[in-house]
């Protein structure tokens, strides 16, 4: 990707969503979860996607003076003098020089932004001894890469500090921007840091801070059972919505008092709906793009008009994603099952309508969902060798439904004999499923490929 312009060919705005194609899915979805991924679950997916996009070509260009590239220039700074034998302001004025000199650092190139910039750094360095005595600390490490699976998921991030303590360990996380109204997502990364160094370490982890360094002021979270648990459900969570995520390309809007901040502002439809308009020139990244929004009115009705069932008007609300039913007992329209329900639906009524003389009815359109469900979750079940049954909201189902869609493609349903069509459906579902896990084992095995020892029958293959 070189010019902003090829974000038009990665990505449609939809009313409803943002839909990514696949080939950009390694660019915004990671093969591990870090906290500020976490973190992102609960806001708007669109613009995470967005973000992630635009981070590879224009936050690489971004110029020194903008606050992530400061903060990046802040915490170069302090890793630098925690390694040091030799603590003090004088030091950190040293160590910033001495990263210019050697081109490790970036900074503005015009003298009045260098001055500026070079004093917003050295003022938020050098406020690190306001909040402690630097001097005084045992460092075990900075800026260490923590990279191992937690609680079944895979776990990606760096621990700015570690420092030994009395009795065990403390982790640090030093913070450049503004303190914030609510701790909940930072005191979630001290949480995830922590019970990965106790891990890796094989030690007690005592204390965890945030270190706001504008302020001079610390936040601190205790490590206790009842907030691990509380961390280990949301991590589950978040990265059951990140494969979700994979599945479909699927990134939904979700409007805030943020959205004035978002590139995707000038262009997302619920943005618009809802009056907001760019608060920042980057906000206007996007402005003036064809990014393919499509209209969301239906020129034809989906159902036989004389088949619809009067109901009684109620007010349409919706929980969170990973919740399948609401409180009054009816289904969740925004969940993950209902997301792989309508991908079922969707494509009875395609194949359907394609197949049958005149307009589907309701009963022959339902009677297709659910044989298409069956196999579905037949084959994920057996695929695994589960006892019980694959809940439509899990990631297996999801890649259970996109393998049998595949395989659909050139082995239609069959309607003379049903039964016979589902058995062969799930059987090749099942091997395609299996073939991947099978696929996944090879590649963490240290064995080489001999192309010329494969072997495909003889008289089979043309």
């Not at 590879?56 to 630098?80: C, M």
């Not at 900074?107 to 005084?136: C, G, K, M, R």
């Not at 439509?392 to 004999?417: C, E, I, K, Q």
Request: hydrophobic share 40%; net charge negative.
């Amino acid at each position: 990707m070189n010019t902003l312009n090829d974000i038009t060919k990665l990505i449609e705005v939809r009313p409803d969503a943002v839909v990514v194609d696949e080939s950009a899915s390694p660019s915004i979805l990671s093969k591990a979860l870090s906290p500020s991924t976490l973190n992102a679950m609960n806001e708007c997916h669109a613009r995470y996607a967005v973000d992630k996009l635009l981070s590879h070509f224009v936050t690489a260009s971004a110029p020194a003076t903008t606050p992530q590239k400061i903060g990046q220039s802040v915490h170069s700074v302090l890793e630098k003098l925690m390694l040091s034998t030799t603590r003090s302001t004088g030091k950190i004025e040293w160590i910033l020089s001495r990263l210019i000199a050697s081109g490790d650092i970036e900074y503005p190139t015009d003298d009045a932004e260098f001055e500026a910039w070079s004093l917003t750094v050295l003022n938020l360095a050098n406020n690190l001894f306001q909040i402690e005595d630097p001097t005084t600390v045992e460092v075990v490490g900075v800026e260490k890469r923590v990279q191992l699976e937690m609680w079944g998921v895979p776990i990606n991030g760096f621990v700015d500090r570690i420092d030994r303590v009395e009795d065990g360990l403390r982790i640090v996380d030093y913070k450049t921007g503004k303190v914030p109204r609510s701790y909940e997502d930072f005191e979630r990364q001290l949480v995830i840091y922590a019970e990965a160094v106790r891990e890796l370490y094989q030690e007690p982890v005592v204390g965890a801070s945030d270190y706001f360094l504008a302020k001079g002021v610390t936040h601190s979270v205790a490590i206790s059972p009842a907030r691990v648990s509380l961390t280990r459900r949301a991590v589950k969570e978040a990265w059951t919505t990140v494969e979700s995520l994979r599945a479909s390309m699927r990134f939904e809007y979700k409007t805030s008092p943020l959205c004035g901040w978002c590139p995707l502002v000038t262009q997302c439809p619920a943005a618009k709906a809802q009056g907001f308009e760019a608060r920042t020139p980057e906000a206007e990244i996007l402005s003036g793009l064809d990014l393919q929004e499509f209209n969301s009115q239906t020129t034809q009705p989906l159902y036989n008009q004389e088949e619809t069932t009067d109901m009684e008007s109620t007010r349409y609300s919706e929980d969170k994603k990973w919740v399948p039913l609401l409180a009054d007992g009816s289904v969740n329209l925004g969940s993950y099952e209902a997301d792989n329900a309508n991908r079922v639906a969707a494509l009875a009524m395609r194949v359907a309508t394609a197949r049958c003389d005149g307009s589907p009815k309701n009963s022959e359109l339902l009677n297709l969902s659910r044989l298409f469900t069956y196999v579905i979750g037949e084959a994920a079940r057996q695929a695994v060798n589960a006892s019980n049954p694959i809940g439509m909201g899990t990631s297996l189902w999801t890649t259970a439904f996109y393998t049998f869609n595949t395989w659909h493609t050139t082995n239609p349903v069959d309607f003379r004999d049903p039964q016979g069509w589902s058995d062969e459906a799930i059987e090749a579902t099942k091997r395609v499923i299996q073939l991947t896990r099978r696929i996944l084992i090879d590649s963490y095995e240290d064995t080489d490929f001999d192309v010329e020892a494969v072997e495909f029958g003889e008289n089979r293959w043309s």
